[in-house]
């Protein structure tokens, strides 16, 4: 495989789950990043990491926990969702300790909060 | 705080004509600005990346431009196909590793 793989494309949760969404990167990037789009607003970071520390943490809610096991694998784990965190999930990867470098994306992983 | 916005938000035009793609952002001290496309639903596909030294970069029948002093920039799309309909976006650095993106600009080529 190529790229940046997500999985699952598709999530549909109770507020009262835990589940996982798994990114995986195969362009030997050292950045890894999370982003949120919902519908009409532009995309919103969420987490950073580069060379597996986390970097940038944009204020969101602790109900999403990240974590990055290594430079290639990203996930965010998900616990007590509301259903205004229903969204478009995004995984990103770039080249670089600073933002100077190309973004490559995921598919995406669409999810549905009950 | 850098601030990016897209004019237009929305465009319609038929098949073969060329068209043009704004992008605006607040503070001009960018390493690069990169533009995107993304199809409904789906994740963002990298079309083409400026560098702050460069002026304008090329691929197929794109070309995007760079004026790091006006705080723009500029996606040409020549000879537009019903292929290109998607959801054109630009990103440009922030502080620490962020990017900040466009709203995005929906674009509709006609058969």
């Known amino acids: 495989e190529t790229g940046v793989t997500q999985t699952p494309r598709h999530l549909v949760m109770g507020m009262t789950n835990k589940k996982s969404l798994k990114c995986e990167q195969h362009l030997g990037h050292n950045a890894m990043y999370w982003y949120k789009q919902s519908a009409k607003k532009p995309l919103e970071l969420m987490f950073v990491y580069s060379l597996e520390e986390r970097v940038e943490n944009n204020s969101v809610p602790s109900r999403f926990s990240p974590e990055c096991p290594n430079s290639s694998h990203l996930f965010l784990h998900l616990h007590t969702l509301q259903p205004e965190d229903s969204a478009l999930y995004l995984c990103a990867s770039s080249q670089g300790t600073t933002n100077t470098g190309e973004l490559f994306f995921g598919e995406g992983s669409r999810l549905t909060v009950l | 705080k850098q601030e990016v916005t897209q004019i237009p938000a929305a465009l319609s035009v038929p098949e073969g004509e060329n068209l043009v793609l704004n992008c605006s952002f607040t503070d001009s001290a960018i390493y690069n600005l990169q533009w995107f496309r993304q199809d409904p639903g789906k994740g963002l596909t990298s079309l083409l990346l400026?560098?702050?030294?460069?002026r304008e970069q090329t691929s197929g029948r794109l070309n995007a431009s760079l004026d790091k002093s006006s705080g723009r920039s500029t996606l040409y799309i020549a000879a537009s196909q019903p292929g290109d309909s998607a959801t054109y976006l630009c990103?440009?650095?922030?502080?620490?590793?962020?990017?900040?993106f466009g709203p995005g600009t929906r674009l509709s080529v006609l058969p």
């Open positions: 990103a440009v650095p922030n502080y620490g590793q962020n990017f900040v």
């Open positions: 400026i560098q702050s030294s460069q």
